[in-house]
């Protein structure tokens, strides 16, 4: 019996400091941005959580790498960035790197498995027909921020390989709240 009582009082000590816990609403993209423009050429995978670090990816993949010294300067900032709202979300990038025929990619499937977020995404590949293209494909995807884990996986059927292949993991995204 004074157990019952320990963790009833416990439970509302704890509800009475952090209020009623929220279920997080399923997890879904919000927007998305894809092609084979972008100027990032070596594969990367990264988690954009804020202006500053969102200005710096979006200088990368936008801005010319061949500025010439003396000649051209580079871009501080570049006005068609997107606005974000990092307060209630992120902003998930994938850059493939050179690659041949990969025009993009589509999301496949965005939702969660056991407490792990996921984003499932599939290489836009041009066919074989034509000539072998070097492009530096891309997309940049809008998340809401989250108590889980994420995962990113990419399907391999269409690279010749099977299953999905995870790219990157990352730890939850939401923002702590300051206690006073």
Not at 5 to 19: E, H, R
Not at 73 to 93: H, Y
Not at 134 to 151: H, S
Request: charged share 20%; glycine share 8%.
């Amino acid at each position: 019996m004074l157990l019952a009582y320990k963790i009833i009082v416990s439970t509302l000590l704890s509800v009475a400091q952090n209020g009623i816990p929220k279920e997080e609403a399923p997890f879904k993209a919000l927007g998305q941005m894809t092609g084979a423009d972008s100027q990032v050429e070596s594969p990367r995978v990264e988690m954009v959580q804020d202006n500053a670090n969102w200005a710096r990816v979006w200088r990368d993949h936008r801005q010319s790498t061949n500025v010439v010294p003396g000649i051209s300067a580079p871009v501080t900032d570049l006005p068609d960035r997107p606005v974000v709202d990092f307060e209630k979300n992120v902003v998930l990038c994938l850059f493939g790197g050179q690659s041949r025929n990969v025009t993009g990619f589509d999301i496949v499937d965005v939702g969660d498995e056991k407490g792990t977020a996921f984003v499932r995404i599939r290489p836009q590949i041009l066919p074989q027909a034509g000539a072998s293209v070097l492009q530096n494909a891309y997309i940049l995807i809008v998340l809401p921020r989250t108590k889980r884990k994420m995962t990113v996986e990419l399907d391999q059927s269409s690279l010749g390989g099977r299953g999905w292949r995870t790219l990157a993991s990352f730890g939850p995204t939401v923002k702590e709240k300051t206690k006073f």
